[in-house]
């Protein structure tokens, strides 16, 4: 009844579409139904009975007792259940997760996110166990079916009841891509009934008459018939009906009713969406295996007569081994009774009337039956072991035994190959299931949401949704929009995490010191090993130096460089000295040697020297006066705060001029001192007076 409850919500409207016929419409789904009973017979029996053999439930109640009059064991040797389990067991092994891609390029950094609530929403509802759930059903009845819908603000998936489920009987598509109806058939408490539509409360009372009985044609319902016991009489049948139909607007949607017998009590247009917005059906459905009838069916139809043929050689090896046959004449003895009983004894006593034992009478010989029955129960067990799963896919074969994950894997694809159909199908399944999960996700996560990233188990990061940033004009934008993820839903191929990471240990153990290095990186990034990062980090963790031997490390490197500078910047000032020697050389030789006098004897103060001169020599050689030196630079670089935040000013900006900070040669030069009485009339001082680093000049020096 879960799933009925949960399909629809007392806030959806009861919507039919336009020029529908109530009575019409109710008359034309019952007959739907009965159609999916009358010719779906035949199937619903061959999944009954495989129900019954996978639960060790191998002979009819006739051929038990038969078994019983002759004192024969029905024995019962399930290899079936094995081989399901086993299979259910490779699905676990081999799942994989979904993930997002995104469809545009604006959307790829949501396409993280879509991933993340997805693989949210999977876990909340403990998707490992109801995908391998489904899967058992599929293997087993032929049919595996979940739900998805909308429950507490959060999608949810629950597994359908197998024998509560209905279809289009003319559907042959394994994933029922072509039914143009379905749904669940149930019976319900009348309490519970009345409970959930209490206006019909009194006309369900009526159900109950014994007129208005509805009796199914179903075999599955004889299963459950002792276990409801005499709540038989309280019980009315509710069917939750879905059927495609064409929209108002243009296309196809699923319209759903409910209704028992001829009432009917409650419908409208699906409650949940698809990709485009359509009303969407919550079940999804998958089989192994159609035949040419159109009936499903799963791995037992074809082990089922192997079995058979197993638990009748079994029984009969022991019949034959607990029980003897005897010959005897006429009168050789006196109650031939009492000698079968007594050879069934361990401790009998044969009494021989007249004649001898081996020749007159004496046991049968059969052993050359038995071993007969012993060969024929070894080829059934073989044969079996053959189908589905092999021993190459158990890891049982030959040569398994020693070897290499490499080749545990290579002979496990060998033994996959005829399963192929089976994982593909079931595969399909899963990713259908995925996209309408995100659907049902963009659906319920209207609000604010956050969610939790499992995928680092040591580091627990939180991702948030739809969350709402006010910026500061106050204007309000949604971040993380769930209903704006325009993603493709994929699956991530699973290999075998055990084989693998096996084989990769392996592989480093014959590495030794080495894998510690670029090797061990390049092992792991052509692996196909999970958390290939965490490995990646744990590797470079190894490597790494301790912090305090890299800070001595880093401290030598800058020593270095600063030594470097220093060398350089000594070479560089020798070099300035020589011009600067120059220059002075060049002013001297344009400046007279001994001052004039005029012919009285006066003494005439001595021209300036030539500044065309100078200014000419100082163009030859220019020099950078007041720079700072490659050591200042190169302490200076490695003392520098880091850079602030956009928008902020770069430290120092504002403040007064020298306090700025960092050291005086790296601030700008002092001003050119003026030469005493100011320049010389007369003469345009050149440009490179006026440049910071020129060599200040005195005119009347």
């Known amino acids: 009844m879960q799933a009925l409850s949960a399909a629809t919500s007392p806030a959806i409207s009861d919507q039919r579409p336009e020029g529908e016929d109530q009575n019409t419409a109710l008359s034309r789904r019952q007959r739907w139904f009965r159609a999916f009973e009358t010719n779906k017979r035949r199937e619903l029996d061959e999944q009954r009975i495989a129900r019954q053999y996978y639960h060790d439930k191998q002979w009819t109640d006739e051929e038990v007792l038969r078994l019983k009059k002759r004192g024969q064991q029905a024995t019962v040797r399930n290899r079936i259940k094995r081989k399901v389990d086993f299979l259910v067991g490779i699905e676990q092994r081999l799942r994989r997760d979904p993930k997002a891609y995104p469809r545009t390029p604006k959307h790829e950094h949501g396409a993280d996110k879509a991933t993340a609530g997805l693989r949210f929403a999977c876990d909340i509802n403990r998707w490992e166990k109801v995908s391998s759930d489904v899967m058992h059903d599929g293997l087993v009845s032929g049919l595996g079916i979940v739900f998805l819908g909308i429950e507490d603000g959060d999608p949810k998936i629950k597994p359908v009841a197998v024998d509560r489920f209905f279809y289009d009987p003319r559907s042959r598509m394994p994933d029922f891509s072509d039914a143009r109806y379905l749904g669940l058939h149930l019976w319900l408490d009348v309490d519970e009934a009345t409970e959930r539509w209490p206006d019909y409360a009194d006309r369900l009372e009526g159900m109950l008459d014994a007129n208005n009985v509805q009796v199914t044609g179903m075999i599955s319902e004889q299963d459950h018939a002792q276990q409801w016991g005499d709540l038989e009489n309280r019980r009315v049948r509710i069917i939750e009906f879905w059927e495609k139909r064409k929209l108002p607007t243009g296309g196809f949607g699923w319209h759903y009713c409910f209704f028992t017998g001829e009432l009917y009590l409650e419908g409208g247009w699906s409650p949940y ?9 919550p079940y999804e459905a998958w089989t192994p295996y159609v035949d040419e009838r159109g009936d499903r069916y799963g791995m037992i139809r074809t082990m089922k007569s192997v079995q058979d043929e197993i638990n009748y050689s079994a029984s009969k090896i022991l019949h034959r081994i607990s029980t003897d ?16 009983r007594q050879l069934a004894r361990p401790d009998g006593k044969i009494r021989i009337q007249a004649g001898e034992w081996g020749k007159t009478v004496g046991i049968v010989d059969q052993g050359a039956k038995i071993q007969g029955e012993t060969e024929r129960f070894q080829m059934a067990v073989t044969e079996i072991e053959n189908l589905g799963p092999n021993p190459g896919l158990v890891g049982r074969g030959e040569g398994v035994d020693g070897a290499s994950g490499r080749a545990l894997l290579a002979q496990r694809d060998s033994g996959m190959t005829e399963l192929s159909p089976v994982f593909e199908r079931h595969r399909d399944w899963k990713l259908r299931v995925y996209r ?45 929009n769930v ?22 240990m392996q592989t480093f153990s014959h590495l030794g010191e080495v894998a510690a290095g670029p090797l061990g990186k390049v092992m792991i990034e052509l692996s196909n090993a999970p958390n290939k990062e965490r490995l990646l980090k744990l590797l470079d963790s190894v490597n790494a130096p301790p912090p305090e031997v890299m800070q001595m490390q880093q401290r030598m490197g800058q020593l270095e460089e600063m030594l470097k500078a220093a060398m350089i910047d000594e070479k560089i000032a020798a070099v300035e000295n020589k011009r600067a020697d120059t220059v002075a050389k060049l002013l001297t030789a344009s400046t007279p040697a001994a001052p004039v006098t005029d012919p009285y004897g006066m003494q005439i103060q001595a021209p300036g020297p030539d500044l065309g001169v100078a200014m000419q ?10 720079g700072p030196t490659l050591e200042q630079t190169a302490e200076h670089v490695s003392s520098q705060p880091p850079p602030g935040p956009p928008g902020q000013p770069p430290p120092g900006q504002g403040e007064p001029a020298g306090q700025q900070g960092g050291p005086p040669d790296m601030q700008q030069p002092p001003p050119m001192p003026q030469a005493p009485g100011g320049p010389v009339a007369g003469q345009m001082m050149p440009e490179q007076i006026t440049q910071s680093g020129a060599l200040p000049i005195n005119p009347g020096a």
């Open 273 to 281: 969406k698809g990709a485009k917005g359509e009303p969407d059906c």
């Open 325 to 340: 046959r005897f010959f005897y004449n006429e009168g050789a003895i006196e109650d031939v009774d009492e000698l079968g």
């Open 436 to 480: 309408k999960l995100w659907t049902r996700c963009q659906q319920a996560w209207t609000g604010e949401k956050w969610i939790r990233i499992t995928d680092d188990a040591d580091q627990v990061q939180f991702v948030g949704l739809n969350q709402i940033e006010v910026g500061p004009d106050g204007s309000m934008k949604m971040n993380n």
């Open 483 to 504: 209903n704006e993820m325009d993603v493709d839903i994929i699956l991530n191929e699973g290999p075998d995490t055990i084989t693998m990471n096996e084989e990769l």
């Open 617 to 626: 020599a100082m163009a030859m050689f220019p020099l950078h006066y007041g």
